[in-house]
């Protein structure tokens, strides 16, 4: 095995990665583009949750011994 091939199979390797993190990107941010645009036109289906504080989201705690 030469460096040759090795050298060869690395360039190969990274430009496909390249590609494909690139167009892992642009399906991600069409559907965010997507959804976020559904979101806007639905503003009745996603309503603000109201705020709550960190003790009414935890219960309490009761040690076992």
Not at 4 to 26: E, P
Not at 36 to 53: I, S, T
């Amino acid at each position: 095995a030469g460096v040759h091939r090795q050298v060869l199979f690395t360039t190969v390797g990274w430009f496909v990665g390249y590609y494909l993190v690139k167009r892992m990107d642009y399906v991600h941010a069409k559907l965010d583009r997507e959804l976020f645009e559904y979101v806007r036109q639905h503003p009745a289906d996603f309503k603000a949750a109201e705020k709550r504080r960190i003790g009414e989201l935890l219960e309490d705690f009761h040690p076992v011994r």
